[in-house]
């Protein structure tokens, strides 16, 4: 059983219904950097099968989580360090317990430091370890153009879409999706399509450049997969289809983020360049 150092009495409980209202107010504390468990939660809201769960302290909520596979936690901190690293240690004791294989940990990076030192002698060491992802943000870009020569994915495109975000995955993190499960990676996809959140720059019959959208509020998207065709790479095509994409959110009065990894330079100059601004920092461990 997990230690709890903190007097008072601890829960943990899938954010059912009823849980909604109270785990937003957490979340919306800070809603830039918890834009994707903002998303899950209300894209769960309704189901039985909710993965996003909830800690309470003296039935206050201190921490929110997804223990879906790839799993993300939001803290506040604002609260006694020692709160937050007692809810750590309900959820450490959730993942080990609970039946899913963990194949990633993304999360601001002093939550993933707290969430490891719990599960580092309890799970295999990841395969693929980024310290510092800065977390980026820009908003209100009407000066940018709505998606022109970029468009959203549609069905007939997915066969070119799979491969590139395939491709993209295996430069980044170096594992390919496509041999570990493709099945299930092609499903993922298709879902981002059929949902209109993969937008790509089609030139000369391929994909020049392509983003997705890993998590979309009223308020905010989250992009991820930010990729350039390296037959056209060096060519704008990635500064051009994000300057696309931040003009077609900022006209729906969405601010855009995304992070990268610390270091890629040429993605971080190419994002400080379109104008957006470092709200924080993610740590990512992946298996």
């Not at 809810?87 to 707290?114: C, D, F, G, K, Y």
């Not at 209109?196 to 019959?205: A, T």
Request: glycine residues 4%.
């Amino acid at each position: 059983m997990a230690t709890l150092p903190i007097e008072g009495r601890w829960s943990i409980k899938p954010v059912g219904n009823d849980d909604v209202a109270s785990a937003l107010a957490f979340l919306r504390r800070d809603p830039l950097i918890n834009v994707y468990l903002i998303s899950r939660v209300l894209e769960e809201r309704f189901s039985s099968s909710t993965q996003t769960v909830e800690v309470r302290h003296n039935r206050d909520v201190v921490l929110v989580a997804s223990l879906a596979t790839n799993i993300v936690v939001a803290g506040d901190c604002e609260l006694p360090q020692d709160v937050t690293e007692t809810a750590i240690a309900v959820i450490a004791e959730r993942i080990i317990t609970r039946m899913l294989p963990v194949r990633a940990i993304i999360s601001p990076a002093h939550l993933v430091e707290m969430l490891w030192l719990r599960l580092r002698t309890r799970l295999d060491p990841p395969t693929v370890v980024r310290l510092n992802q800065p977390v980026y943000a820009i908003r209100g870009r009407l000066d940018y153009p709505d998606l022109k020569e970029s468009r959203y994915a549609t069905m007939r495109d997915l066969e070119a879409v799979i491969p590139a975000c395939a491709a993209m995955h295996r430069e980044e993190v170096g594992i390919d999706p496509m041999e570990r499960d493709a099945a299930g990676y092609r499903e993922r996809v298709r879902e981002l399509v059929e949902q209109k959140r993969s937008v790509i720059r089609v030139v000369d019959g391929q994909i020049a450049a392509k983003c997705e959208y890993s998590a979309v509020t009223n308020e905010t998207v989250q992009l991820m997969g930010v990729w350039t065709n390296p037959r056209f790479r060096r060519h704008g095509h990635a500064r051009a289809l994000l300057r696309e994409v931040c003009g077609h959110c900022a006209r729906k009065g969405k601010t855009v983020t995304l992070f990268v990894n610390d270091f890629n330079h040429p993605a971080i100059a190419l994002y400080e360049r379109l104008g957006f601004q470092r709200i924080g920092m993610n740590r990512a461990l992946i298996w």
